[in-house]
């Protein structure tokens, strides 16, 4: 037995144009793949239009889990640019970027208050935290 791979990670999303707006439109990611279920959407992006990515799941009698420390990340070029174009657009900055080690981090918030890690290395090959 072996795991193949990573696919996504799930996020339930109280309105799902609102983080569509946010995660395809504020973050540039692509969608995977749509799909209607009984009440509701799933929808998943990424930044290549290929699994792994994020999976937003809206349905209107499912709760939103209530925003932690918890988070989702994604590499980005340029983290302090990224950070001042989402301020622009009215985005929350939950911690402004901070360089540890190879690497400058900084964390918003979705419009459902998950937090979203956007994390610049500087030293390819390095894993992402």
Known sequence: ???NGFLHA????ADLARSEHFYAGGLGLVEIVRYQIPGGTILQ???TGRSPGVELWHEASRPVAEATECHI???V???RAWIERLRSEGVDIAREP???GDETIA???DPDGYLVELNQ???PGLPQA
């Open 1 to 3: 037995m072996k795991i």
């Open 10 to 13: 799930k996020l339930d999303v």
């Open 45 to 47: 992006l990424s930044p």
């Open 73 to 75: 990340a994604f590499d």
């Open 77 to 79: 070029d340029d983290t």
């Open 98 to 100: 901070f360089d540890v």
């Open 107 to 109: 964390f918003v918030r």
């Open 121 to 123: 290395t500087r030293t």
